[in-house]
């Protein structure tokens, strides 16, 4: 179990008490927080691994993957430090990767009609759906949902170079061309006043597909 941590102090011991009563190896990855978030998970993580700076999503998941895979992990599940992600929804991804039915399992908001999506979020993603179909030929209905799990095969061929929110969209181009066996799942998605005062706006979307396009144009 991989956590990518910035700026979470309020919630993140909460996420993580929920997380190692299921799931006892989790790897939080401190992408240079400046407040107490690192402090905060200490108590709570297997293992806190710490960027010295702020480096971006894409860098705290591709070290504590390598971490994961360094000490031999089968799977890889990446959840969010935010509290939006379930822990059952994640014991059912494990299971189908566990048992062999896929190598990726994706969460997707969508498949039940995403009915507690906020309406700009819900457009936002439906516009990046239908960018990565024609960008690359993408077939995911949820291009950006943070919960995924992974087989050591895949794991292992999935290197994450974006470091910042490109990441995501550099994610679906990995899974696309991976040639791997690959499941969505119906999820469900947390939005707390707290998760809405994060989310991705229109403007930090557009970034997003610049800082993409300028990776694979120049990457």
């Not at 927080?33 to 480096?55: F, K, P, Q, Y």
């Not at 994640?90 to 896929?102: F, H, I, P, Y």
């Not at 993408?138 to 949902?145: I, K």
């Amino acid at each position: 179990m991989v956590v990518p941590l910035y700026n979470e102090e309020s919630v993140i011991g909460d996420v993580l008490r929920r997380l190692r009563s299921t799931f006892p190896n989790v790897v939080v990855v401190d992408d240079g927080s400046s407040d107490g978030s690192a402090e905060a998970a200490r108590t709570e993580a297997t293992w806190l691994l710490r960027h010295i700076v702020n480096r971006g999503q894409g860098a705290a998941l591709q070290t504590g993957t390598e971490f994961a895979l360094a000490r031999g992990a089968a799977r890889i599940a990446h959840f969010d430090a935010d509290g939006q992600h379930r822990v059952r929804d994640l014991l059912e991804m494990s299971r189908l990767v566990a048992s062999g039915d896929c190598d990726i399992c994706l969460g997707d908001r969508f498949a039940d009609g995403a009915k507690e999506v906020p309406r700009g979020r819900r457009l936002l993603l439906r516009a990046a759906v239908l960018f990565h179909r024609v960008a690359s030929g993408s077939e995911l209905s949820d291009v950006h949902n943070g919960l995924r799990v992974l087989s050591r095969r895949a794991a292992e061929r999935m290197e994450i170079t974006a470091d910042r929110m490109a990441h995501a969209s550099e994610i679906v181009d990995l899974v696309t061309n991976s040639n791997l066996p690959v499941r969505q799942v119906p999820v469900r998605i947390r939005y707390s006043e707290y998760s809405r005062g994060k989310g991705q706006r229109w403007t930090g979307g557009f970034r997003v597909l610049l800082h993409y396009l300028v990776g694979r144009i120049f990457g």
